[in-house]
């Protein structure tokens, strides 16, 4: 038990998080390490499951995927010999709105061969911008001090709150002119089109795209409580015209 116990604020140091933050991440994970006696078997993460499924459906998303980020990291350190990971039960999925499901897609957040396709699926997943937005996003839009990133499109200006997840994603790519940079240049529609593919195909999820992941981020947006104005808005829409076949048949 020590070794996993030990491993994390080892884990926890490479992450930029607020004091909040980082204060649940180690509650969450010293709970997890006392639940199943810091031995990752299939048999202590069922035991675990079992503890939290009379949980609030929200302590339970924020347990489930700190723990899936620690695991990824216990492994990738090698500090467990077997990849293992918490799925989300179904009873804590959200209704499908009007026949679109929301998705679990938890596995993005954990490391990659294809990072430049991860960040461009995270950035799409989790702020709705568009693949062109990403690619011609200057790092002097992003400020970590207030973990927010600015997209100024067509003379409109959205100032967008970011997670610190999300932040801690973007922190590598802060060095150079362009988010994602080419020499002091954008890559081409094209190539960050590739990048994104590739990504989803490493994830076995052939099946989304740019446009998917959006509907993904609007999904999410609903989940939360967020009005389809408010959507619309952090989407750079004129209007929620295009967005009311969401709304009807949604169920919070």
Do not use: C
């Amino acid at each position: 038990m020590s070794n996993i116990r030990e491993a994390i604020p080892i884990f926890l140091e490479n992450k930029s998080l607020s004091e909040n933050s980082r204060a649940s991440y180690t509650y969450d994970l010293e709970q997890f390490v006392k639940q199943t006696d810091g031995q990752i078997t299939e048999t202590k993460l069922q035991l675990y499951r079992a503890f939290m499924k009379d949980l609030k459906p929200s302590v339970q998303k924020r347990k489930i995927s700190s723990v899936n980020q620690f695991l990824f990291f216990l492994y990738q350190e090698k500090y467990v010999a077997t990849y293992h990971r918490l799925t989300t039960p179904k009873s804590l999925k959200s209704a499908p709105v009007s026949g679109f499901e929301m998705l679990d897609l938890s596995s993005f957040w954990e490391r990659s061969s294809n990072e430049a396709g991860r960040l461009m699926a995270l950035m799409i997943l989790e702020l709705g911008l568009l693949p062109t937005e990403i690619l011609s996003l200057k790092t002097s839009k992003v400020s970590m001090d207030f973990q927010i990133l600015t997209i100024e499109k067509a003379g409109q200006r959205r100032v967008l709150e970011l997670t610190d997840e999300l932040s801690q994603a973007l922190s590598p790519y802060l060095t150079e002119t362009y988010l994602l940079d080419n020499k002091g240049s954008t890559y081409s529609r094209q190539w960050g089109f590739r990048q994104l593919e590739s990504f989803l195909l490493e994830k076995g999820e052939t099946n989304l795209s740019a446009q998917k992941l959006r509907e993904q981020y609007i999904l999410r947006q609903l989940d939360l409580g967020r009005s389809l104005h408010d959507i619309a808005k952090n989407l750079g829409l004129k209007s929620i015209t295009t967005l009311e076949k969401y709304r009807d048949g949604y169920k919070n």
